[in-house]
């Protein structure tokens, strides 16, 4: 089971900043927080993990409370392509760690 | 580049006539997975292959079965195609704690 919980759908204006909030109150302490997406008909696409510091890259940030049982992606300026579903997952971090999609948030960009 | 490449793209074909789909890597990655995705819900996973080891996932149905016969190849066998495996079937690679997803294959049974 997906050990997860994500708000069904979210909107965010384009140019603005999309968080997406993610629970994860049963998280272990050697499992990491990975972000992915999905775009309409194509394969999920990695975003960014963590495991207890604040992440950011190219295409997002991952804030993590300190206690770790929860997380927000911030996509700092959205646009109409950042238009999918996007998946909260814990797994531990090895190449061959499972990860288990929970149902995830889709997110829509508006005009 | 594609570095995760599922062919077909689509495939279709009858109920209970054995179908295989393929998925290839040029990462070199050492582990694969098969994932089955039904409309409007998230992916799950079938099973993965770290190397040749194989390790299949306890609700995965005894129709699906998996070959790797070398790195770079993975094999997706559904023995007796039912109506309700109609489904995307997504392969992915990993390593370093990322996954690398193809396109995905979407099959429809008649």
């Known amino acids: 089971d997906a050990k997860t919980t994500q708000p069904p759908s979210m909107d965010c204006a384009e140019g603005r900043a999309a968080n997406l909030p993610c629970n994860h109150s049963?998280?272990?302490?050697?499992?990491?927080v990975y972000w992915y997406r999905q775009i309409h008909s194509q394969g999920p696409q990695y975003i960014i993990h963590g495991l207890k510091n604040n992440e950011t890259n190219e295409m997002a940030s991952l804030i993590i409370t300190e206690d770790r049982k929860s997380s927000t992606l911030i996509l700092p300026h959205a646009t109409l392509r950042d238009t999918a579903v996007y998946y909260c997952?814990?797994?531990?971090?090895?190449?061959?760690?499972?990860?288990?999609f929970g149902s995830g948030t889709r997110l829509s960009i508006r005009p | 580049d594609a570095m995760v490449i599922q062919n077909p793209r689509y495939q279709v074909t009858q109920f209970g006539k054995p179908v295989t789909l393929s998925c290839s890597q040029t990462?070199?990655?050492?582990?694969m997975y098969w994932y089955q995705q039904k409309s409007s819900q998230a992916p799950k996973l079938l099973f993965h292959?770290?190397?040749?080891?194989?390790?299949n996932e306890a609700d995965t149905p005894d129709n699906f079965q998996s070959r790797r016969p070398n790195t770079s190849f993975c094999f997706l066998d559904i023995r007796s195609p039912g109506l309700g495996d109609a489904a995307m079937y997504l392969c992915a690679t990993s390593k370093d704690l990322i996954q690398y997803f193809g396109a995905g294959t979407r099959l429809s049974v008649l």
């Open positions: 049963t998280i272990s302490g050697n499992e990491y």
């Open positions: 997952i814990v797994s531990y971090g090895s190449s061959a760690s499972k990860i288990i």
């Open positions: 990462l070199n990655h050492n582990v």
């Open positions: 292959y770290y190397d040749k080891d194989f390790n």
